[in-house]
């Protein structure tokens, strides 16, 4: 199974002819991640997690080409004329087969960033694919629910602080951690996240695995 990161939280998984794309947004191109893709998942509706315009562009150019999304992700992309037939709405609980994928829908609510700020639907993504499996959080540090081999991180945002991502990460004791959900960062931050993420007697004993956009890691 190969994971492409292509920026901030959009990652693509490629495995024996099954490709996901998850959390194309508006931070990142999207259409690398795009390009040939079986089925997208949409974690939430907020635009760096969600690039409408892209993503209604490839269902129109790609016949075969699903979508799973809340169910403001969906209304956002019938209201720019993507085809609805082709938009499912994912609810916390759901277990589904996409190709060889198993995809397993949880989650509920977009972490908080202020009393003041409503908080909107927000689901995560488990996935199993070639014998391995990828965890995607959306915006909340919601635990996977069981075992997983490459926890995929949030590790900026104004509704989390880094202690966080240490907590969620310590607690998922998964053996990768990839993280995601980085624009706001500058090379500067980054690093202070990788010495602190990547150290092993801070936040346990996995492979941290920071990676540019492009670049993939092979299981």
Same mark, same amino acid.
Not at 4 to 23: E, P, Q, W
Not at 42 to 49: A, E, I, K, Y
Not at 168 to 179: D, E, F, I, K, M
Not at 193 to 216: C, F, I, T, W
């Given at each position: 199974?190969?994971?492409?990161?292509?920026?901030?939280?959009?990652?693509?998984?490629?495995?024996?002819?099954?490709?996901?794309?998850?959390?194309?947004?508006?931070?990142?191109?999207?259409?690398?991640?795009?390009?040939?893709?079986?089925?997208?998942?949409?974690?939430?509706?907020?635009?760096?997690?969600?690039?409408?315009?892209?993503?209604?562009?490839?269902?129109?150019?790609d016949e075969e080409l699903e979508v799973l999304a809340t169910p403001a992700g969906v209304d956002a992309l019938i209201a720019s004329g993507a085809p609805a037939p082709r938009l499912h709405r994912a609810s916390p609980g759901q277990v589904l087969r996409i190709g060889e994928a198993r995809v397993m829908v949880g989650g509920g609510q977009h972490a908080a960033i202020h009393s003041r700020v409503p908080r909107i639907v927000n689901v995560t993504y488990r996935i199993e694919l070639g014998g391995r499996t990828v965890y995607h959080p959306g915006d909340s540090f919601d635990q996977p629910g069981g075992p997983v081999d490459v926890l995929l991180t949030p590790v900026a945002g104004p509704w989390m602080? /880094? =202690?966080?991502?240490?907590?969620?990460?310590?607690? +998922?004791? #998964? %053996?990768?951690?990839?993280?995601?959900?980085?624009? &706001?960062?500058?090379?500067?931050?980054?690093?202070?996240?990788?010495?602190? /993420? =990547?150290?092993?007697?801070?936040?346990?004993?996995? +492979?941290? #695995? %920071?990676?540019?956009?492009?670049?993939?890691?092979? &299981?």
């Open positions: 199974m190969r994971l492409t990161f292509h920026g901030h939280a959009c990652v693509r998984l490629d495995h024996n002819g099954t490709s996901l794309a998850i959390d194309p947004g508006t931070f990142a191109p999207a259409a690398p991640a795009l390009d040939s893709v079986g089925a997208v998942l949409v974690t939430h509706d907020h635009p760096d997690h969600l690039d409408v315009a892209a993503l209604t562009a490839a269902l129109h150019a602080k /880094l =202690g966080e991502a240490i907590d969620y990460t310590l607690a +998922a004791g #998964a %053996p990768y951690v990839v993280p995601v959900h980085d624009a &706001l960062l500058s090379d500067v931050g980054r690093a202070v996240v990788e010495r602190q /993420l =990547g150290n092993k007697a801070v936040a346990g004993d996995h +492979a941290y #695995a %920071p990676l540019a956009p492009g670049e993939s890691l092979t &299981l």
